[in-house]
Nanobody, 124 residues
Framework: QVQLVESGGGLVQPGGSLRLSCAAS????????VAWFRQGPGKEREGVSC????????DYAASVKGRFTISGDNAKNTVYLQMDSLKPEDTAVYYC?????????????????WGQGTQVTVSS
């Protein structure tokens, strides 16, 4: 049984930082593209960042480039999203997802496995 479990969300002030984790069981993330998606209130789900741990390739949405950093830990079978310089518009439920294939931030329906999501709220 494959499970992706996100953690690390919370309430943070504008300009602050959070690190999200996506821990996997039942699947080896090394062979997948692992992406972070988010869905804000009243908004459609959007791709934020993606990594293929095996070759280290990454991709970022324009809205987070330079502020967010994605990384992976083979030994822990976990992907992280370091979020710095957070803005109120980053407020959303953040989901991790795994795809047997290349990173595809604009193809959320292609992803095979999804976590349950973690809430990130950026507010003063």
């Amino acid at each position: 049984q494959v499970q992706l479990v996100e953690s690390g969300g919370g309430l943070v002030q504008p300009g602050g930082s959070l690190r999200l984790s996506c821990a996997a069981s039942g699947v080896t993330l090394d062979y997948y593209a692992v992406a972070w998606f988010r869905q804000g209130p009243g908004k459609e789900r959007e791709g934020v960042s993606c990594i293929r741990i095996k070759d280290g390739s990454t991709d970022y949405a324009a809205s987070v480039k330079g502020r967010f950093t994605i990384s992976g830990d083979n030994a822990k079978n976990t992907v992280y999203l370091q979020m710095d310089s957070l803005k109120p518009e980053d407020t959303a439920v953040y989901y991790c997802a795994a795809l047997w294939g290349p990173c595809m931030l604009n193809r959320d329906s292609w992803y095979d496995y999804w976590g349950q999501g973690t809430q990130v709220t950026v507010s003063s």
